[in-house]
């Protein structure tokens, strides 16, 4: 007690995988596919050969022959629906509620390293009981409009009706489905109103520079 009291140790960086223990802490399973995508294009149909998703998907998990069956079958509803019958199975294949909460904070953050234009810094997983895909953030460091670099440019001043900057044609599909876009923008009027305030982001801050 009080040998290293205030003492400095160096600045540490904590960073905390999604697997199967962060899926138990929150979910109380680990049961169901985790995925960690990687691509400009999320979602494109790739052909009916898992082996052809491996390396975009990056999976975390052993996926069974039916898991993987159905990302690839989303895959081609992403690619290939019509816009009706996109708009009708998606919510058979993706929470919308979480995908609303997990979309309106990166794009709130206008965060550009992310699937909004390199597609990548975010999980899936799959709950056995729902197989809907359920989105995760991740590395969220280039928030603010900090990932694009010019001044004035769309990335910086940041658009919630497209958040997006080159063309994603999941989130394109996804904005133009009716029971998304009204969840994805009551979540961005919530925010605004409760963790998103001003005030709130400049106490924060200057709690940590006082400890």
């Known amino acids: ?13 904590l960073a905390e995988n999604v697997d199967t223990n962060f ?6 399973t680990k049961d169901g596919p985790i995925l960690k995508p990687v691509s400009v294009t999320p979602f494109n149909d790739l052909g009916g050969d898992w082996a052809k998703y491996v390396q975009t998907y990056g999976p975390k998990t052993h996926l069974t022959t039916a898991e993987q ?12 629906a019509s816009p009706h019958g996109f708009n009708a199975r998606i919510g058979d294949y993706v929470d919308l509620h979480n995908f609303s909460r997990f979309l309106a904070v990166v794009a709130w953050l206008n965060n550009h390293d992310s699937i909004l234009d390199r597609g990548q810094n975010y999980y899936t997983w799959q709950p056995v ?8 953030p991740w590395d ?7 990932f694009s670099g ?17 063309p994603v044609r999941f989130l394109e599909r996804m904005f133009k489905v ?30 940590l520079l006082e400890a």
């Open 1 to 13: 007690t009080g040998e290293i009291d205030r003492k400095y140790a160096g600045l540490y960086w």
């Open 23 to 28: 899926i138990q802490a929150r979910f109380k």
């Open 69 to 80: 069956q159905r990302v690839i079958e989303f895959c081609k509803l992403v690619t290939s």
């Open 129 to 136: 009981g729902t197989k809907k895909f359920t989105f995760i």
């Open 140 to 146: 969220q460091d280039n928030s603010f409009g900090m």
């Open 150 to 166: 010019q001044p004035g440019d769309t990335a910086v001043r940041g658009n919630i009706h497209q958040p997006w900057t080159a």
């Open 178 to 207: 009716p029971a998304f876009r009204t969840a994805y923008l009551e979540q961005l009027r919530t925010y605004s109103k409760t963790v998103f305030v001003p005030d709130r982001f400049a106490a924060q801050v200057g709690g």
